[in-house]
């Protein structure tokens, strides 16, 4: 069965501030997979990275590795953002970057958060998946990190 991605995308006519030559925005593809229904957190994040001047596209709830690989690619984004809560972040995050990488994406960071243990956040780190977030992280230290850490160079 396949299933369409409802997007919400999040757009401010502000430009992206340090993109370089390209001056351009910063495109994060914030997405929650697997059975986890709860998307607050996510939607609090893709705000604050809307108010600060990203682009945001939001797939909803219930997504696969599969659909987020292939909306990240579709969309050309930067950054696959995901939200986990469910447990399941070492088989979802190694599952995408596979994808990812498979289909030739493999510039894109991937990055999120959610309740994921200290152990697997290093182990994931360890992997090449980019910095992981737990609960009560400032907004501004996810921007700050993605400002950083994004090769805006990668997509002309």
Excluded: W
Aim: positive net charge; proline residues 4%.
């Amino acid at each position: 069965m396949e299933r369409k991605i409802s997007k919400l995308v999040l757009r401010k006519d502000t430009p992206q501030k340090n993109c370089g030559v390209f001056n351009r925005k910063i495109k994060v593809l914030v997405a929650k997979p697997g059975l986890d229904g709860h998307d607050r957190g996510a939607k609090v994040v893709a705000r604050a990275l809307r108010d600060a001047g990203m682009e945001i596209i939001y797939t909803g709830l219930h997504q696969t590795p599969e659909m987020i690989a292939e909306a990240a690619i579709q969309e050309d984004v930067d950054v696959v953002a995901l939200s986990i809560l469910s447990g399941a972040h070492m088989t979802i995050f190694p599952k995408v970057q596979a994808l990812l990488k498979e289909k030739g994406a493999g510039h894109i960071l991937i990055s999120g958060g959610g309740i994921i243990p200290k152990e697997d956040m290093e182990e994931l780190e360890k992997k090449g998946i980019g910095k992981l977030f737990g609960p009560g992280t400032s907004t501004e230290e996810i921007i700050t990190y993605l400002k950083s850490n994004v090769n805006l160079q990668e997509r002309v």
